[in-house]
């Protein structure tokens, strides 16, 4: 499985224009009424700080934001986008109109905090599992994202090293407890669901034990995913798999048990931490003393 979302540079610019469009309506509405409090002709200079270590994400809603409200706003990066940065380091320097740098700074920064969080975390467990000799297992994300900023979030997974799962329910078929069940059993819901979606970028189909995985490899099943196993369990679903299937695990993966569920030799580790139990990075805007 390869990522197949489209996160060229035009397409992000896209994404990025929309969701800024509206973090800025939501936020400055019909004015910054505070921010006329400074006179309308002052220019002034100001850096971004990161008060953590972090891989840095978010440049272009960033830049968006910034430039949304003063097209002439100049961006300098530090750290680029996807680098890692240690605290009390400098991210970026932006010069331009203060009531414009005023307006839109909350809503750059809660881009910056939010991108970034999710890219460093991705990155902690991609770097974590690379120690691990013969690793094969690929980082994956899930839907469990802020409803309005799954794409966003999505691409800081990526730019954190890691592989997007499905968009959404329209783009590929994830079979199940509950499916299963609906649609009379493993072999009957693989055998509908190549009916039903022959459009599907993939097929998956969750198994909460080994004769359910066994089941599901004889009724032809490409992609499976192994749901809260242990690792015993793991071992042994790799070796009764033989190269037949993706495997996917999922559930109760954290920093810890990472590394040894990818040494039983999955091909994926899916975690939606990465996504929903993000605490934001610390980031701190400052004007120059000095005005321009």
């Given at each position: 499985?390869?990522?197949?979302?489209?996160?060229?540079?035009?397409?992000?610019?896209?994404?990025?224009?929309?969701?800024?469009?509206?973090?800025?309506?939501?936020?400055?509405?019909?004015?910054?009424?505070?921010?006329?409090l400074?006179?309308?002709?002052?220019?002034?200079?100001?850096?971004?700080?990161?008060?953590?270590?972090?891989?840095?994400?978010?440049?272009?809603?960033?830049?968006?934001?910034?430039?949304?409200?003063?097209?002439?706003?100049?961006?300098?990066?530090?750290?680029?986008?996807?680098?890692?940065?240690?605290?009390?380091?400098?991210?970026?320097?932006?010069?331009?109109?203060?009531?414009?740098?005023?307006?839109?700074?909350?809503?750059?920064?809660?881009f910056?905090?939010?991108?970034s969080?999710?890219?460093?975390?991705?990155?902690?467990?991609?770097?974590?599992?690379r120690?691990?000799?013969?690793?094969?297992?690929?980082?994956?994300?899930?839907?469990?994202?802020?409803?309005?900023l799954?794409?966003?979030?999505?691409?800081?997974?990526?730019?954190?090293?890691?592989?997007?799962?499905?968009?959404?329910?329209?783009?590929?078929?994830?079979?199940?407890?509950n499916?299963?069940?609906?649609?009379?059993?493993?072999?009957?819901v693989?055998?509908?669901?190549?009916?039903?979606?022959?459009?599907?970028?993939?097929?998956?189909?969750?198994?909460?034990?080994?004769?359910?995985?066994?089941?599901?490899?004889?009724?032809?099943?490409?992609?499976?995913?192994?749901?809260?196993?242990?690792?015993?369990?793991?071992?042994?679903?790799?070796?009764?798999?033989?190269?037949?299937?993706?495997?996917?695990?999922?559930?109760?993966?954290?920093?810890?048990?990472?590394?040894?569920?990818?040494?039983?030799?999955?091909?994926?580790?899916?975690?939606?931490?990465?996504?929903?139990?993000?605490?934001?990075?610390?980031?701190?805007?400052?004007?120059?003393?000095?005005?321009?």
């Amino acid at each position: 499985m390869t990522d197949f979302f489209d996160f060229s540079p035009a397409a992000v610019a896209a994404l990025a224009q929309a969701d800024v469009a509206r973090a800025l309506l939501e936020d400055v509405g019909e004015g910054d009424l505070t921010a006329g409090l400074v006179d309308p002709g002052r220019r002034a200079r100001a850096t971004v700080v990161a008060r953590e270590a972090a891989v840095i994400c978010g440049a272009p809603w960033v830049e968006l934001t910034l430039q949304t409200i003063d097209p002439g706003a100049e961006i300098i990066w530090r750290i680029p986008e996807g680098h890692r940065c240690e605290a009390d380091q400098v991210v970026f320097e932006v010069l331009g109109q203060a009531r414009a740098l005023l307006t839109t700074e909350r809503t750059a920064l809660n881009f910056l905090q939010l991108l970034s969080a999710v890219a460093t975390k991705t990155s902690n467990y991609v770097q974590a599992i690379r120690e691990v000799p013969g690793v094969r297992a690929s980082i994956v994300d899930t839907r469990k994202t802020i409803p309005g900023l799954r794409l966003a979030q999505k691409y800081a997974v990526r730019t954190g090293g890691g592989v997007n799962h499905r968009l959404g329910l329209y783009d590929a078929v994830l079979i199940k407890e509950n499916h299963i069940a609906a649609a009379g059993g493993v072999s009957a819901v693989l055998k509908r669901a190549a009916e039903v979606a022959p459009q599907a970028s993939f097929i998956e189909i969750e198994v909460e034990n080994l004769e359910q995985l066994r089941e599901a490899l004889a009724a032809g099943a490409r992609m499976v995913l192994l749901d809260n196993m242990g690792l015993s369990q793991l071992h042994e679903a790799v070796h009764i798999n033989a190269g037949r299937a993706v495997l996917e695990v999922s559930g109760g993966v954290n920093l810890s048990s990472v590394c040894a569920i990818a040494a039983t030799g999955v091909d994926r580790i899916s975690i939606g931490a990465l996504t929903k139990n993000v605490k934001a990075i610390d980031f701190s805007m400052r004007f120059a003393d000095t005005p321009i």
